[in-house]
């Protein structure tokens, strides 16, 4: 009798064991993901520190509600804006936590860089990063998806579309903290719900057009694999390209919240611009960046992303094959699969970029004509500079201390194909000289080849037809690094005189000895004087058998220096057109004073208060690119096709 209550009673134990640890089991399942699921940290109770990232181009209207919306969401949002103008007006409105950044390359249109804007991200201090539209508004729900997904003990690319509204009919309050209609009745964050749900049932999927993106801070995790390309933001293809590339790469969970968060996308998407002729001037920069999106990245079948749905005051991860989630469970998978059959998500349509499809051809919009008023200052002086393909890197780190100094009105004539493609996709104002010399070598090209003397003579065929159309010019060969802007001083020498860089290198003779005239850095104006002694130059260099350098010497000062006026004049006396060779000290050559020679030539020249020095007097390409880069004077990453 006692051993049959002593079994009865093991039993009972045995019996409840196995109970509890069932409902252990059981309880599990309904508070954790499957293992098939991202694992999650453990809980931390400080919210993470969220930067939201934007930029503004030249031509782009503004709407302050969408960066009130941002701010709204948490005390530790924190908004960068890119824009080429520091304007005091956005701080004193938004405060503080709005920062304003003007570090990252735009076009010559004022268009900005995604992968300028993409490296500038790593230098602030945040938990997480988001990348959105500046006409884009964020609702309540943003903030408790990015609270989930920093929860997740992996890295992760969080991307959701915004749904298009033109005419949003709230406006925040004079508090800053909520919507509110027209006659000032507030507005609950779940009428707004419901009115972007009735919106986002007309399209049950999105093309990736207003894109928000939000990922987390890893330096050891990039975003995507390999190098971004220049695409230009906000002109298509770059989301869709940095999702296939994420995804492709596998170092992140990607994965498409659409469903989950509420956001609105303020105006007509297909008016990007203020008027239609506008439009058409700049639809070559979407075919750039289609262009950009074969050239560069892996390609892969098409796929769809997991969704974050919410159900059940849960968020769950919806593999997209099949539309189920992947909890599983008893009663908790049907519960959440009848959430999810009732939930009508939508959901983005990423279609890989395929190579073998037609793009148009790249067709810049722009000519000699039409790009000058749009560059020039409002001196009417423009900063000239003639590049062919094999000089693309040095054109580019000319370009890059042009911007850095604030240099803005400078322009590029291509003397090919290849170099006028790269300096479009660039975002560079450039034309192309149909009368340049063909089949231009790549490493012998220099000073005293046949090629050279054949290059040259562009230049001054350019320049005269600048001056010609009433703009007067600083022609600067790409090897002149710039330490400061000397266009203030060349202005001030006044009408009829032409100024130029001298070449003499030795310290105790005139520097406008014969032949010492530079033609790679000099400045000219459009008056009667100048335009008459250039034509005389481009006709001489026309018959010479020389470069063009000889001919400004022989034609402005005369064969042997017969019209030298004291040690740093000439005056030619047809046209009464005074050159003036400028000081060494200021505008170095390449031999003088052995400057390419010491130790630490930025110093050296700081030291003379150089604004320029010539990387010339060294023979071959890759000579000048070694001595420029290994003295520190380089400004362009060719690897990132970035500026430094």
């Known amino acids: 009798m006692k051993l049959k209550g002593l079994g009865a009673g093991l ?3 045995w019996l409840s064991g196995f109970l509890l640890i069932a409902l252990s089991f059981y309880g599990t ?3 954790s993901p499957s293992l098939n699921n991202p ?6 109770s400080i919210a993470p520190r969220i930067t939201i990232f934007t930029a503004l181009h030249s031509s782009s209207s503004f709407d302050s509600q969408a960066i009130h919306s941002w701010l709204a969401l948490s005390s530790q949002v924190t908004v960068v804006l890119f824009t080429q103008h520091n304007n005091s007006s956005f701080t004193d409105t938004f405060g503080s936590r709005l920062l304003l950044d003007s570090t990252i390359d735009f076009t010559f249109l004022g268009t900005p860089f995604l992968h300028s804007m993409l490296a500038r991200t790593e230098a602030y201090v945040s938990d997480i990063a988001v990348l959105i539209d500046p006409q884009t508004l964020l609702l309540p729900d943003f903030i408790s998806a990015l609270n989930y997904a920093h929860e997740l003990d992996r890295n992760w690319l969080l991307v959701s579309s915004s749904v298009n509204i033109p005419h949003f ?14 006659n000032g009745k507030r507005v609950r964050f779940g009428e707004l719900q419901k009115m972007i749900s009735s919106r986002s049932l007309q399209s049950n999927s999105s093309e990736g057009n207003n894109m928000i993106m939000a990922w987390n801070i890893n330096v050891d995790t990039p975003l995507h694999c390999g190098v971004l390309p220049p695409f230009l933001y906000q002109r298509g293809t770059h989301s869709q390209w940095i999702i296939n590339e994420a995804f492709s790469c596998k170092r992140r969970f990607v994965f498409d919240a659409t469903s989950t968060i509420s956001s609105v996308s303020i105006g007509n998407p297909e008016m990007k611009f203020d008027n239609n002729s506008q439009h058409k001037t700049r639809n070559w920069e979407y075919i750039g960046n289609s262009h950009l999106g074969k050239l560069y990245g892996a390609l892969s079948k098409s796929y769809a992303l997991p969704k974050l749905l919410k159900c059940n005051k849960r968020y769950v991860f919806v593999t997209s094959a099949s539309d189920r989630s992947v909890v599983t469970g008893f009663r908790t998978r049907e519960k959440i699969s009848a959430c999810i059959s009732r939930s009508k998500s939508r959901s983005l349509k990423l279609d890989p970029v395929q190579k073998d499809q037609a793009v148009p051809p790249l067709k810049f919009p722009y000519d000699l004509e039409s790009l000058l008023p749009l560059v020039a200052d409002k001196n009417r002086t423009i900063v000239l500079s003639v590049a062919g393909f094999s000089y693309k890197d040095m054109l580019m780190s000319w370009v890059c201390r042009a911007r850095r100094l604030a240099v803005a009105n400078f322009l590029v004539c291509a003397l090919d194909d290849e170099t006028y493609q790269f300096a479009i996709l660039q975002g560079l104002p450039v034309f192309f000289d149909p009368y340049a010399p063909k089949n231009i070598s790549f490493n012998d090209c220099h000073f005293g080849s046949k090629c050279f003397q054949r290059v040259t003579k562009v230049k001054s065929r350019t320049v005269l037809k600048i001056l010609k159309m009433g703009y007067n010019v600083l022609l600067s060969d790409v090897d002149v690094y710039w330490f400061k802007n000397p266009l203030p001083l060349l202005h001030s020498f006044g009408p009829s005189v032409l100024v130029a860089q ?13 032949r010492r005239l530079n033609s790679g850095f000099y400045f000219a104006r459009s008056d009667e004087p100048t335009i008459a002694a250039m034509e005389k130059v481009v006709k001489h260099a026309a018959t010479s058998g020389l470069s063009e350098q000889p001919s400004f010497y022989d034609t402005l000062c005369g064969e042997g220096g017969v019209y030298r006026l004291g040690n740093d004049r000439c005056v030619e006396p047809e046209t009464n057109l005074t050159v003036h060779f400028l000081d060494r ?8 004073g052995d400057i390419w020679l010491k130790e630490d030539v930025r110093a050296e020249c700081e030291k003379k208060h150089c604004y320029v020095l010539h990387n010339n007097w060294i023979s071959g390409r890759l000579k000048k690119l070694e001595r420029q880069m290994m003295k520190g004077l380089w400004d362009y ?4 096709r970035m500026c430094v």
Do not use: K
Request: hydrophobic share 30%.
């Open 39 to 44: 694992s999650f940290s453990s809980y931390s």
């Open 585 to 592: 000290d200021l505008f170095p050559n390449g031999a003088y």
């Open 29 to 31: 399942l309904l508070l």
């Open 169 to 182: 009919p709230f406006h925040w309050d004079e508090t800053g903290r909520s919507w509110r209609q027209d």
């Open 11 to 13: 039993l009972s134990v």
């Open 637 to 640: 990453d060719a690897s990132m």
């Open 502 to 514: 001298s070449d003499e290198y030795n310290t105790t003779v005139p520097i406008n000895r014969p």
